[in-house]
């Protein structure tokens, strides 16, 4: 813990909050001389991408790849320092590879020639339709990298001044109708929607502003931080201490104090307590008003109407290592099952939990065998699940048979003698993001980024009544996955800085 004396009448805020979107909006406060105070409940900075070390593997529980790194680097750049000094990023080719039950596979590269042929092989009279797609989100990207949006009081203020960006891109069209009208093929249709899922949208539903993602990963790459993500969230630690910033971990917030329409301290369980100019929260958004604001009329009238807005799904991890080497499975890839629509549909409307199902296996000691010891693997597989307020069920008891499940699934079509190679495994449920990350409803993602809930319709980044009161991260505008959590983190710090007294 740094406890660094800021100077007399600076200004002093606070983020709660120490995943990757809560440390940008620090480091971004802290770089412009506003003295700031990050709030963490775990004994370890990174939320959900902090690292964990069994049995001489040092497993990650966030995202598989980075996807954003001009994002970070602008962090270090902010004082004309480079992330290179504090962090080495390995390249992930290819981008992701999809297999299909029926024996297709399909990598999807950054290079274009090597994507063509890709594209040409599993549907030639597509390759057509595929760059008029490419084109579009290359125009999506090119749009709205730009014009990170407002940060208005009003979701509505925010979709007001967009307008003409987004008539002019349709963006009222689903995702999945903006892929079908270019692509023919279900199995490469499949492919361009999948990464939505990976960010917690419904391609059917989700607005086409979603399909930026594609253009971004092609053009920036998929990035791999040496050492895990764990590794990484601890150099952005360590970059806002260095700026003069302190960071308390393994004490959570238990209060934001209000006086009137101002947000005037920061109480942790541990009974700490000071006063700031200002307070951003990168908490789940419905434990942030519910249990971090509970006692002011702000606090429960937003925790309500939260609670009753859409979620997106939730999450079921095994993270497993095994014996020897595995070259033939790349750093990413998609095992998808029979069904596709009706897969959406079950985890989105019906709320069961299928038969068969959709893996999302990461293998990061490709890229880095430091993750590993020597002559062994580490992989990370996830499925999505609904959420606990469509599939209230007991997951102590349905948590180790599924973790069976997809091992045997992953064993049938990449590692038949899996079981025997196992050397150690462990799965997390929705209902451990819930106790485990105060997710409500066990979701991995936070409110379902639906038409109503992507972009600049994420909820504000400041807030309407509480002037000083601001959320940032993957539960504010732009939206979830590290790219949106990272363009939030400028959102905010810009719209703090611009408003602090």
């Known amino acids: 813990m740094n406890h660094v004396a800021p100077l007399p009448g600076t200004k002093r805020a606070c983020v709660i909050g120490a995943g990757l979107g809560g440390l940008a909006t620090a480091i971004r406060l802290q770089a412009a001389g506003v003295a700031t105070v990050l709030v963490e409940a775990r004994d370890r900075p990174g939320g959900r991408a902090a690292d964990e070390e069994r049995d001489g593997f040092r497993f990650d529980g966030g995202p598989g790849v980075l996807n954003d790194r001009a994002a970070l680097e602008a962090l270090w750049a902010l004082t004309g320092d480079d992330l290179s000094d504090a962090v080495t990023l390995l390249p992930v080719e290819p981008l992701c590879r999809y297999a299909w039950p029926d024996g297709t596979i399909f990598d999807l590269h950054a290079d274009d020639g090597a994507l063509t042929r890709e594209i040409a092989r599993i549907a030639p009279g597509d390759l057509a339709g595929y760059e008029d797609y490419a084109r579009f989100t290359r125009e999506m990207l090119a749009e709205f990298r730009t014009r990170p949006g407002p940060a208005p009081f009003s979701a509505f203020a925010a979709l007001a001044r967009a307008a003409p960006q987004l008539a002019r891109h349709q963006a009222w069209r689903s995702l999945w109708s903006v892929i079908a009208r270019s692509v023919k093929s279900e199995h490469l249709r499949e492919a361009l929607a999948v990464p939505a899922l990976i960010g917690g949208a419904n391609p059917f539903a989700a607005s086409a502003l979603l399909a930026a993602e594609h253009a971004r990963e092609r053009s920036g790459g998929l990035w791999w931080p040496e050492g895990g993500m764990g590794r990484l969230a601890q150099a952005l630690q360590t970059r806002f201490e260095r700026l003069g910033g302190t960071v308390r971990l393994h004490d959570p917030a238990a209060r934001i104090h209000t006086l009137g329409n101002r947000a005037h301290a920061v ?14 929260s990168s908490a789940d958004l419905v434990h942030t008003w519910r249990d971090l604001l509970g006692d002011a009329p702000r606090g429960i009238e937003m925790a309500r109407k939260t609670r009753r807005r859409a979620h997106a799904p939730g999450l079921f991890t095994v993270s497993f290592a095994l014996e020897g080497a595995w070259p033939g499975i790349p750093h990413r890839m998609v095992l998808l099952g029979p069904r596709f629509r009706g897969l959406v549909e079950d985890i989105y409307a019906h709320g069961v939990l299928p038969q068969d199902q959709m893996i999302w296996l990461d293998h990061p ?27 209230p069920i007991d997951w102590e008891t349905v948590g180790p048979m599924l973790e069976q499940r997809v091992l045997d699934e992953i064993g049938r079509r990449l590692v038949p003698d899996i079981h025997d190679r196992v050397i150690t495994r462990f799965h997390t449920t929705p209902r451990d993001l819930a106790l485990d990350f105060n997710a409500s409803l066990g979701s991995g993602f936070g409110l379902d980024p639906g038409p109503l809930a992507t ?18 991260g993957s539960c504010a505008m732009p939206g979830g996955g590290l790219p949106g959590a990272l363009a939030s983190a400028e959102i905010c710090a810009r719209t703090m800085l611009e408003n602090l007294p």
């Open 267 to 280: 109480e942790t369980q541990s009974g700490w307590n000071d006063r700031f100019d200002a307070v951003a």
């Open 365 to 391: 000691s490709l890229t880095d065998p430091s993750l590993a010891p020597p002559g062994k693997s580490l992989f990370h597989a996830a499925v999505p699940v609904a959420h606990l307020g469509k599939l």
């Open 455 to 472: 972009g600049w319709l994420r909820p504000a980044t400041r807030d309407a009544r509480i002037g000083n009161l601001y959320l940032t």
